[in-house]
């Protein structure tokens, strides 16, 4: 069994992630669970929309192995040409 120090410790936005799911892209639906961050592990562009966004962002040109430090409410298929999407809550 692995020992947590930190199981204590309050959660915050800058915490680092204590879970970790595969995104799929879809056009309507939300997340299961907003994210403090994307990993992106074959680049392209992410077409999202932030926690509190009233609409859609497109990140262009992202690098394999990228970091996006948003909080992330939604991955739109449309426009998202990344694969190999982490959501980090």
């Known amino acids: ?3 947590d120090l930190y199981a204590s410790a309050a959660d915050s936005p800058m915490a680092p992630a204590e879970r970790c799911f595969a995104v ?4 309507t639906a939300t997340l299961a669970q907003a994210t403090k961050a994307l990993f992106v592990g074959t680049g ?4 999202l929309r932030s926690v509190f966004g009233s609409e859609d962002v497109v990140f262009k040109n992202l ?3 990228s970091m996006i430090d948003v909080r992330v409410s939604a991955v739109r298929a449309t426009g998202t040409t990344a694969a190999d999407i ?4």
């Open 1 to 3: 069994m692995t020992t």
């Open 24 to 27: 799929t892209p879809h056009d």
């Open 44 to 47: 392209g562009d992410v077409t």
């Open 63 to 65: 690098a394999d192995g």
């Open 86 to 89: 982490v959501g980090l809550a």
